[in-house]
């Protein structure tokens, strides 16, 4: 049966004004009002409309702002802040440099230079059946001992489970440990591992990055190795870092470094690689040993 007279009217102009309004919804503009990379505050606004948010941003009205000191990072309509300082917090899949602090009967405990701590258990420590009535597993690892292992698992209480059981996973033998902020690992990482191979090469030294901020280094140019470190956590905000770098341990060495130039006139942005769930594990059996 058709709708006739006022009712049909009053269909049509209702169906009139949900049409507008989806219209107008779905074209609802997305402004910026910071550009990548830019250094922003608690509070900031970083732009208004339809934008996708992530990490360290929060949206008030139509209006999005970010919630932390932080470094911008914006493609496309997409828009988060990466902080610039914090401690860690832990993840899976995560791979880190913990150090034992307490031992108990079947499990150690890890300091993961963060605010929550780790548990590596026997049965994940070790590829070799351990008897716990007869053996002392601070043999194995004692107080103040060093491993790179990876996270399998975070609690409710964000507490870590650990394993040793994978590749590049092992002790830490001799070298030393410096801690830098977390949030600039991946700086340190660099876009396919490129800045640590380039300090690898350039020092000498094995170097491996933990996501919980710290890194081993290895080797006879050790302090040219923490120096460029600090000096990319120092100036991970800034563009052309890459290059500093590369200018810095040339200079620093005397010797060329086997990475290619970034082509003069790139207009392409040296970003944050958003993505660096792996650090650059040392895989040596000597280090295992």
Not at 134 to 163: F, H, P, R
Request: hydrophobic fraction near 35%; include cysteine.
């Amino acid at each position: 049966m058709s709708s006739t007279g006022p009712h049909r009217d009053h269909l049509n102009a209702r169906n009139c004004r949900n049409k507008n309004k989806k219209t107008k919804t779905k074209g609802e503009k997305m402004t910026l009002k910071v550009k990548n990379r830019d250094i922003v505050v608690p509070g900031e606004l970083l732009g208004t409309g339809d934008l996708l948010l992530g990490e360290g941003t929060y949206k008030r009205g139509k209006n999005v702002h970010s919630n932390i000191l932080g470094l911008v990072d914006s493609k496309e309509n997409f828009i988060k802040v990466i902080a610039l300082n914090g401690r860690y917090i832990p993840k899976p899949k995560d791979v880190v440099i913990g150090v034992v602090k307490d031992i108990s009967f079947s499990h150690w405990s890890l300091d993961l230079n963060s605010a929550y701590g780790g548990v590596l258990t026997v049965a994940n420590g070790t590829d070799y059946f351990v008897n716990l009535d007869d053996e002392d597993i601070s043999k194995i690892y004692g107080i103040g001992d060093a491993v790179v292992a990876k996270i399998l698992n975070v609690s409710k209480a964000m507490n870590a489970g650990l394993t040793m059981k994978d590749r590049g996973l092992y002790k830490l033998n001799g070298g030393r440990i410096i801690t830098i902020t977390s949030t600039k690992v991946p700086r340190v990482i660099g876009r396919k591992g490129t800045m640590v191979q380039m300090i690898k090469d350039m020092t000498g030294c094995k170097i491996t990055v933990g996501q919980n901020g710290r890194v081993w280094i290895s080797g006879d140019n050790e302090e040219l190795a923490v120096e460029a470190i600090k000096l990319i956590e120092s100036k991970a905000h800034t563009p052309g870092l890459t290059e500093n770098i590369r200018e810095f341990l040339e200079k620093s060495t005397g010797n060329k470094s086997s990475l290619k130039p970034k082509p003069v006139g790139s207009k392409k942005p040296e970003a944050e690689p958003a993505e660096s769930k792996e650090p650059e594990a040392e895989e040596s059996k000597e280090a295992e040993k």
